[in-house]
């Protein structure tokens, strides 16, 4: 299961969706189009408003900047992450705390 965490500082992407098989998995594939994207929105928008770690089966995303458009890409992405629980619900977790 992929287990989604959002701090105030923090979001954390964790785990694989064991939807299907590596290369045919659509919530994993899903889940890294979502993460890249974002991530890619706002560091072109503004280098220095997040910093972000990948490694296999774990992408953490540290919030730098508070400013309202990273506020929005940020809870978009939460959002379309949350749409995916709904319909994957054995396969994505979304946890706020």
Avoid: Q, W
């Avoid at 064991?18 to 706002?42: A, L, M, P």
């Avoid at 503004?46 to 774990?58: E, N, R, T, W």
């Amino acid at each position: 299961m992929i287990k989604v965490r959002v701090k105030p500082e923090t979001i954390t992407v964790s785990g694989h969706a064991f939807y299907d098989k590596e290369g045919k998995d659509i919530v994993c594939s899903s889940v890294s189009s979502i993460v890249t994207t974002t991530v890619n929105g706002i560091l072109s928008l503004d280098k220095k408003a997040i910093k972000y770690s990948v490694k296999k089966g774990l992408v953490k995303i540290n919030i730098i900047s508070k400013d309202e458009t990273t506020k929005k890409l940020l809870e978009n992405m939460i959002d379309l992450f949350k749409s995916l629980e709904k319909d994957y619900p054995k396969n994505i977790k979304v946890e706020r705390e």
